[in-house]
């Protein structure tokens, strides 16, 4: 199993935002993270990522226990997210913010600090080719490389953020809402590059709102409520069930 998630729970002062939750990420299949809002899922997600501790429970990657390490350590073992908001730097061009993603690949900064110089020019080279690649596999021009990022649409922002996740090579990418706040035009853009990830056999976990992608794009998902799983089952299923769809829409 590629991500093991086991009695995860996390509270913020009274409020228990997660609640023993356990799920599994197998192996080049997309599950979703679905619920509404304040569900937990990006909680989940942070826990995941290493950017929030969990309280309780244990998360393994790959059998390996990844609990206690750090986000830098998990991008290094092959985890990467996408943020809701995109993050990107506005004052750095479209490559060199991909660059960031391929300069946080595992080893880089000491490959810097030991190697000659004229290999860190080489490898600087390097650096810049991949990010062109990632930039390229997400359809954005080579016209842009060089444009500032703040200058942008919110769409193109969105597919730069998943070249720079795809730039540290991660095994595993988790996405948090990757088609909010997307125009038509745009949703079909990223459509197409995670159709493209999936058939490449990329394993993703998604939180989304959008059901019809999840059952779409997704082989299963988890559901999530006021920080319980309620159900692991197919998109189409998990809409079927009326009690869920009471607890989707009714909240
Ligand atoms: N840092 C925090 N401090 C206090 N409460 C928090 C914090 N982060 C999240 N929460 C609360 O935890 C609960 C779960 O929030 P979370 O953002 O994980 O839900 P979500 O399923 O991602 O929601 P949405 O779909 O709206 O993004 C919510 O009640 C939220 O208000």
Same mark, same amino acid.
């Given at each position: 199993m590629l991500l093991e998630v086991e009695n995860v729970s996390k509270s913020f002062g009274g409020l228990q935002?997660?609640?023993n939750a356990t799920f599994e990420v197998p192996e080049a299949q997309v599950t979703g993270l679905v619920g509404p809002n304040g569900a937990g899922k990006t909680t989940l997600f942070n826990m995941i990522s290493g950017t929030i501790r969990a309280d309780a429970g244990a998360i393994r990657y790959r059998d390996m226990e990844?609990?206690?390490?750090?986000p830098q350590a998990r991008i290094g073992r092959g985890i990467a997210r996408s943020f809701q908001d995109v993050? @990107?730097?506005?004052? /750095?061009?479209v490559l060199e913010n991909v660059v960031v993603g391929v300069q946080g690949q595992p080893g880089e900064r000491l490959r810097n600090v030991f190697t000659r110089p004229r290999h860190a020019v080489r490898s600087e080279k390097e650096n810049l080719r991949r990010a062109a690649e990632c930039l390229d596999y997400v359809g954005m021009?080579?016209?842009?490389?060089?444009? @500032?990022?703040?200058? /942008?649409s919110y769409g193109e922002q969105k597919l730069v953020s998943i070249a720079r996740l795809l730039a540290t090579g991660a095994d595993l990418l988790l996405l948090d809402e990757?088609?909010?706040?997307?125009d038509e035009g745009s949703l079909d853009e990223f459509r197409t590059v995670l159709r493209r990830l999936i058939a490449e056999g990329r394993t993703v976990l998604l939180v989304e709102h959008n059901m019809l992608l999840v059952r779409e794009l997704c082989d299963r998902a988890v559901f999530l409520s006021t920080g319980e799983v309620l159900a692991i089952d197919t998109p189409g299923r998990l809409m079927e069930n009326e009690e869920l769809r009471n607890v989707y829409f009714g909240a």
């Open positions: 935002a997660v609640k990844i609990t206690g390490l750090t993050r @990107l730097l506005p004052r /750095l061009t021009p080579v016209s842009v490389h060089h444009e @500032l990022a703040g200058g /942008l990757p088609t909010s706040g997307l």
